[in-house]
């Protein structure tokens, strides 16, 4: 059993966010028995009978009878996952699993009916590059999001804050200055998400 925390995650998990798209991890039971994996070796929060590379952003997901799941883009197939069986990662390919995040909490047991609620909620790419457009996008005027937040809230690793100066110098004027270094002066107001996954 799992306790799911609405707007956070799962309780307990290190990836329990509110300002996260990456709540939590949905792998295919489908894609253990085709591999061979070892129990976990996604490391993924829930297993699921589905194949969840035909899951798409948008959709809500109701798991038993409390938990309402809301998917957010294709976990890609990471250098992690060959730290447990070289090659691990080339071989998954786009079977690693969807992220989403809690839309309603409530306990999740093993066995629960998992029922396609339907494309719901606005849909994020499972380019990162687009997932940070959609993020600065969001920045509210007069304000600016610290590079460190516009990774975590794009679902990104921190190590991509290198290459933000170069794409917002790719996307043009528009978005200069919607992104700072953290040790950037703070000529405006730091924006942290809020808002962004209502």
């Known amino acids: 059993m799992a306790l799911a925390l609405a707007g956070t995650g799962l309780a307990g998990d290190r990836h329990a966010d509110p300002h996260s798209p990456r709540q939590l991890l949905l792998a295919g039971a489908g894609i253990y028995d085709s591999l061979a994996l070892a129990p976990h070796a996604l490391r993924e929060n829930l297993l699921v009978d589905l194949d969840t590379s035909l899951l798409t952003s948008g959709t809500v997901l109701q798991v038993g009878p409390e938990v309402t799941l809301r998917l957010m883009f294709q976990c890609e197939a990471c250098g992690q996952l060959d730290l447990q069986r070289p090659g691990l990662a080339a071989r998954v390919r786009t079977h690693r699993g969807m992220l989403a995040r809690v839309l309603s909490g409530g306990t999740v047991r093993p066995g629960d009916a998992i029922e396609d609620l339907g494309r719901r909620m606005p849909a994020w790419s499972d ?72």
């Open 127 to 198: 380019d990162w590059r687009e997932r940070v457009v959609q993020v600065l996008d969001a920045v509210p005027d007069g304000m600016a999001v610290a590079y460190r937040d516009l990774a975590r809230l794009a679902g990104i690793q921190s190590s991509y804050c290198r290459a933000f100066p170069r794409l917002l110098a790719k996307l043009g004027p528009v978005y200069a200055g919607r992104a700072v270094a953290a040790s950037a002066a703070p000529s405006l107001p730091r924006w942290a998400g809020t808002g962004l996954f209502i």
